[in-house]
């Protein structure tokens, strides 16, 4: 039996595409790099690279973003 995995569902203001935008380019990235190129075996598989993508994702790719924008 699979561990039970909380999962937290955020929904977007209306009217507000600015935030889709980041939103869609996530999970762009995130369909491409790992569930496209990969077979998985169950949800707790899947619950490990989605959680180490996420780690990546905030702690390198967004924050290398900020520091190029913030010394531009």
């Known amino acids: 039996m699979q561990p039970f ?4 569902h955020e929904r ?4 507000t595409p600015n935030l889709n ?3 869609e380019s996530f999970r762009s990235i995130l369909e ?3 569930y496209s190129k990969n077979e998985f075996l169950s949800y707790t598989e899947i619950h490990k690279i989605v959680t180490e993508f996420i780690d990546f994702y905030v702690n390198r ?3 290398w973003q900020f520091k190029r924008c913030v010394t531009s």
């Open 5 to 8: 995995i909380s999962i937290e």
């Open 21 to 23: 935008a980041h939103i």
């Open 12 to 15: 977007i203001s209306p009217k």
């Open 32 to 34: 491409r790099d790992y």
């Open 61 to 63: 790719i967004f924050i």
